[in-house]
């Protein structure tokens, strides 16, 4: 929870300097690709002291992802569908979508052998949350950015 704290805090921060709405949730997403398979599939399964730190990275780049459409959908939409198109957009994909992956990791852990099966869950919930992090990284391309008129000088 702390993590995602200072996640909130450090988009806040970031927002103001980087104009760029793609730039902006690539500094969160490109550190992801590699902090959530080293958590999840390394430190999960061989420290616990390294998983307490693990845990703050992983809270702060996740956390600070869902702050920023908070800060970016208003801007997409027009007026009188703002609220529609975010709350569509927050709830399906956040919501219905995402949590289908617990499913997902789920189903992709099961095995024979139950003495491995925590280890192959925090294998496979390394691969999702990495594959997860690499669809949004490469949908990120595809980001509109506000028009200059919309943008705070």
């Not at 927002?15 to 398979?37: A, E």
């Not at 949908?139 to 919309?150: G, I, V």
Request: net charge positive; with cysteine; proline share 6%.
């Amino acid at each position: 929870e702390i993590g995602g704290l200072v996640g909130r805090v450090l988009l806040a921060l970031l927002v103001v300097r980087i104009v760029s709405r793609q730039k902006l949730i690539r500094v969160f997403q490109v550190p992801g690709l590699f902090v959530m398979p080293v958590v999840f599939g390394i430190a999960a399964t061989t420290s616990l002291d390294l998983l307490y730190p693990g845990m703050f990275l992983a809270g702060l780049l996740t956390v600070a992802q869902f702050s920023f459409w908070g800060n970016y959908l208003p801007r997409m939409y027009p007026v009188h569908l703002r609220g529609t198109g975010e709350s569509f957009a927050m709830n399906v994909g956040g919501r219905l979508v995402g949590t289908c992956f617990a499913w997902v990791s789920a189903t992709l852990a099961i095995t024979a052998d139950r003495a491995y099966a925590p280890t192959k869950l925090a294998l496979v919930a390394a691969a999702v949350g990495a594959s997860v992090y690499l669809v949004g990284l490469i949908a990120s391309f595809w980001l509109p950015e506000p028009s200059r008129e919309e943008l705070p000088e």
